[in-house]
């Protein structure tokens, strides 16, 4: 299994049934199989919501740095711009 798929399967399993369960989303915008650096964006509720950075820190960081320990560099895409 590659990079790209690791991460989409613990977003998955771990961690899309709870954004969606408030009405929101994430998707994996980028992955550099590579260097580890993975671009992720929320959507629906959870892409204006003020605890957006909470939820990507204490959720979606922690849940795929455990399970893909591929990944060296995470970002939240609303990070990015």
């Not at 991460?7 to 260097?35: C, M």
């Not at 964006?41 to 959870?46: H, I």
């Amino acid at each position: 299994m590659n990079l790209h798929e690791k991460i989409e399967k613990t977003l998955n399993d771990e961690i899309r049934p709870r954004l969606l369960a408030h009405g929101g989303n994430i998707e994996i915008v980028s992955v550099d199989e590579e260097s580890g650096r993975v671009v992720v964006a929320f959507s629906g509720a959870c892409a204006g919501c003020p605890y957006a950075d909470e939820t990507f820190s204490g959720l979606v960081s922690e849940e795929l740095r455990t399970r893909v320990p591929e990944i060296k560099e995470l970002i939240s895409q609303s990070d990015e711009e």
